[in-house]
């Protein structure tokens, strides 16, 4: 059966630090990717972050970029999301998302083109 279980969300000020984890059951990730979106209320789902599973490159938004680093531990399955430097703009509900690398295009931020989704973990970022 396949899962996606996304923790780590919670309430933190602005300047503070949040580590997401996104761990996989029922297959192996090895030969996936996973990618990590975010939607705040009235707002459209964007994607935050993205890593190869298999050779381990990644990309970010811009709007994060030098903020947050995207970390993968095959052995457990897991994916991480290490976010700091938190502002409340990054305030959304957070979701993992994975599929098969021969699935996906070269626009990993198309939503559309994952298949298997996490229930989401709530990152609110204010003082």
């Known amino acids: 059966q396949v899962q996606l279980v996304e923790s780590g969300g919670g309430l933190v000020q602005p300047g503070g630090s949040l580590r997401l984890s996104c761990a996989a059951s029922g297959f192996t990730l090895d030969y996936y990717a996973v990618a990590w979106f975010r939607q705040a209320p009235g707002k459209e789902r964007e994607g935050v972050s993205y890593?190869?599973?298999?050779?381990?490159?990644?990309y970010y938004a811009d709007s994060v970029k030098g903020r947050f680093t995207i970390s993968r531990d095959n052995a457990k399955n897991t994916v991480y999301l290490q976010m700091n430097s938190l502002k409340p703009e990054d305030t959304a509900v957070y979701y993992c998302?994975?599929?098969?690398?021969?699935?996906?295009?070269?626009?990993?931020?198309?939503?559309?083109?994952?298949?298997?989704w996490g229930q989401g973990t709530q990152v609110t970022v204010s003082s």
């Open positions: 890593i190869n599973m298999n050779d381990g490159s990644t």
């Open positions: 998302a994975t599929d098969k690398l021969t699935n996906l295009g070269s626009d990993w931020t198309l939503a559309i083109l994952y298949d298997y």
